[in-house]
């Protein structure tokens, strides 16, 4: 069965940083573009940032370049979310994704797996 399981988020003062981490179980983590989304309230699941399993190219969401970096490591089964200088707009739940095709950017509906979520809340 996999299971993507996050952690690391909680609040922060705005310009502050936080790390999410996305452990994923039950699949071969390697062969996976992995992902993050993010859902404020009221509001539709928005891409932010992914990696793809060949190569690593990376790709972020227009909100978030400059600001945030996603990483992987095969070894641990994990991808990472970098977050600075954050902002009060950055407030949402973290969802982590994987997609079993060689993809860039994700869309919600072609992800294979995806995570319950952390809340990140930042207060101005």
């Known amino acids: 069965q996999v299971q993507l399981v996050e952690s690391g988020g909680g609040s922060v003062q705005a310009g502050g940083s936080l790390r999410l981490s996305c452990a994923a179980s039950?699949?071969?983590?390697?062969?996976?573009?992995m992902g993050w989304f993010r859902q404020a309230p009221g509001k539709e699941r928005e891409f932010v940032a992914s990696i793809r399993w060949s190569g690593g190219s990376k790709y972020n969401g227009d909100s978030v370049k400059g600001r945030f970096t996603i990483s992987r490591d095969n070894a641990k089964n994990t991808v990472y979310l970098q977050m600075n200088s954050l902002k009060p707009e950055d407030t949402a739940v973290y969802y982590c994704?994987?997609?079993?095709?060689?993809?860039?950017?994700?869309?919600?509906?072609?992800?294979?797996?995806w995570g319950k979520g952390t809340l990140v809340t930042v207060s101005s």
């Open positions: 039950g699949l071969t983590f390697s062969r996976y573009t």
């Open positions: 994704a994987a997609d079993n095709a060689d993809r860039g950017v994700l869309t919600t509906y072609a992800v294979s797996y």
